[in-house]
């Protein structure tokens, strides 16, 4: 399809707002092609939403999903739905609402889809794990709590008793919850990405001009005009380089798996830091976590923050210890969140290309930790930036 090279619009960004992104007809629509450097997870989910919708989808990955890297970290992921506590933000709300929907259909309407996706319900309650406090803020006093638990209609809750607690903790609760095994998840929605009839191109984009120099390389390799196509920027923490985008940070992640499946997924949060215990159901092995260390762009493992992270889930999972108090350790692992200070970017933008040419991006990145938890709601977004741009197009 081909568009006029100039837009006429003085400000090259613009995000739509959500009350005029209704679905349309595509008639003529572009083939989105996605850019990325790490976060396969997020162009995949988003791929996946556009298939969906109708589009023609070309993946260009640096990762398939069993690949290992240091700024690859879905495959490391705890992967599990825990609910925001910020009652303010309705956006952040409404990530939540989409995801439990959508694994809690997946789980409940089409449970051989759910199992082949390594997706698990929590509502068993011998499964329904706590989650400890040690030293809540004020807003977690028991007379004051209730108004956080705007998720009450999402998911079962349970504040625990001062007696259900243990030692040195002041507060704590259950709730039903989600857990996804990242590596099958990751496959699985790559295969449902060709199913559908997309493509994934394993390839490395090459730019000493930003942006438009890996669109450049981008459309070389996938040989079409760039102009006619709307790529979708899911680099991960290449965006800090490459956009450039200075409010993206690493945040660094160390994760242990060890032998055995914990009883309950557990998290325990005190001043020394959090520690989490994530059974992979089925598989024989259990993740434990953690650590958030903002800023932080060392890969090599810890044995210091390995060990702390080892005597914190023995207190959280003493089941899967041996007659000398000790896990049996599969592997460690160490991995950089895609970090970002305002959080998630999620917005069309008009990329200047040279010789009057423009081309439509549209960025999603900078989610953090919460990467399975946003992107079902990155995905619906996606779908909609580019039925806006689709029908700009056409006007």
Known sequence: ???????????????????????????????????????????????????????????ISEHLPHDRSLSYTSPW??????????????????????IVKCWGEMVD???????????????????????????????????NVEELLWFREITTVTI????????????????????????????????????????????????????????????????????????????????????PDDKMFPTRGKTVYVEGEAKNITARLGDWGLA????????????????QEAGNWNGEPDTNLTASILKNCAKLAPELLDENNCFKVISRQVGLRPSRTGGVRLEAEIVEMGDLVEVDVIHCYGHGGG?????????KKVVQLVDCINNRAKA
């Open 77 to 98: 992921a705890g992967a599990i739905w825990g609910p925001s506590w910020d009652t303010s933000d309705e956006e952040l709300r409404q990530w939540d609402r989409d």
């Open 276 to 291: 989490y215990v994530i059974p992979r159901r089925g598989s024989g092995y259990t993740l434990l976590g953690g650590s």
């Open 160 to 243: 625990l008793s001062t007696s259900d607690l243990p030692p040195g903790v002041k507060f704590g609760l259950k709730f039903s919850s989600f857990c996804v095994n990242s590596p099958i998840y990751l496959s699985y929605i790559s295969s449902r990405i060709e199913s559908l009839g997309g493509t994934i191109i394993q390839s490395v984009l090459e730019s000493d001009s930003g942006l438009s120099g890996l669109v450049k390389d981008a459309a070389s390799k996938l040989k079409v005009e760039a102009q006619d196509y709307v790529f979708v920027n899911a680099l991960g923490m290449g965006a800090m380089k490459l956009v």
């Open 1 to 59: 399809m081909t568009r006029n090279s100039k837009s006429g619009k003085n400000n090259k960004y613009f995000d739509i707002p959500r009350t005029s992104l209704q679905k349309q007809s595509l008639g003529e629509a572009y083939g989105p092609a996605f850019i990325f450097e790490a976060d396969l997870l997020l162009q995949a989910a988003s791929a996946l939403s556009l298939l969906e919708a109708g589009y023609t989808v070309t993946v």
């Open 371 to 379: 990467g399975y938890e946003k992107s079902i709601t990155s995905g």
């Open 109 to 143: 309407d089409r449970p051989d889809e759910a199992k082949l996706a390594g997706v698990h319900a929590s509502r068993n309650p011998v499964w329904k794990g706590p989650q400890y406090r040690e030293n809540p803020p004020k807003e977690f006093e028991r007379d």
